[in-house]
């Protein structure tokens, strides 16, 4: 743990003022969303595309359901610890970080349930200046296309502690 401490040090020192931390707690957290029901076989549609809106619109409520995405979950993201999220695919990983970071779309068909604080303050009183304190690393890498794959690897190594990484292997070979 030592090293990440080097390094959360190097970057503020770069940066000229310390990162704020953070803990995040969430309590009985659901979120759930209403979707219309395509055909009778029961299978649905989410993608918000036009047909789909206009589907949605035109059937009325008695084609439509709720689909539970997260179902009374609690747990906390500490202060100080590197926290591991693992799930299955459709399991709910993406859709609670994303509550959890204040960039969810909130439209009318979602509902969410629960108790959420950063720092014990209610995340309603705290939700507009979330972004500057809390963040995630999408699924989907995005990466510079101008990069061979040499330069795109030697740029990750270097962003994500590169010079820790020698430092180690110095260390543990000397």
Not at 82 to 109: D, F, H, W
Request: aromatic letters at 8%.
């Amino acid at each position: 743990m030592g090293r990440m401490y080097q390094m959360k040090f190097k970057i503020e020192t770069a940066l000229g003022y310390v990162i704020p931390q953070m803990d995040v707690r969430f309590k009985h957290l659901s979120l759930s969303m209403d979707i219309v029901v395509v055909d009778d076989n029961g299978s649905k549609h989410e993608l918000p595309t036009l047909p789909n809106e206009l589907k949605q619109i035109f059937e009325g409520p008695e084609k439509r359901k709720v689909r539970t995405i997260l179902k009374d979950i609690s747990g906390v993201f500490a202060l100080g610890k590197l926290t591991v999220l693992l799930g299955q695919p459709g399991s709910g990983k993406s859709a609670l970080i994303e509550i959890l970071n204040g960039r969810s779309p909130m439209t009318k068909n979602i509902t969410v349930e629960g108790d959420i604080s950063y720092n014990n303050v209610p995340r309603e009183n705290i939700i507009k200046a979330l972004p500057q304190f809390v963040t995630y690393v999408n699924q989907r890498d995005k990466h510079f296309p101008t990069l061979t794959v040499k330069e795109t690897l030697e740029f990750v190594h270097a962003f994500c502690g590169g010079d820790f990484v020698s430092w180690r292997r110095a260390t543990v070979q000397g």
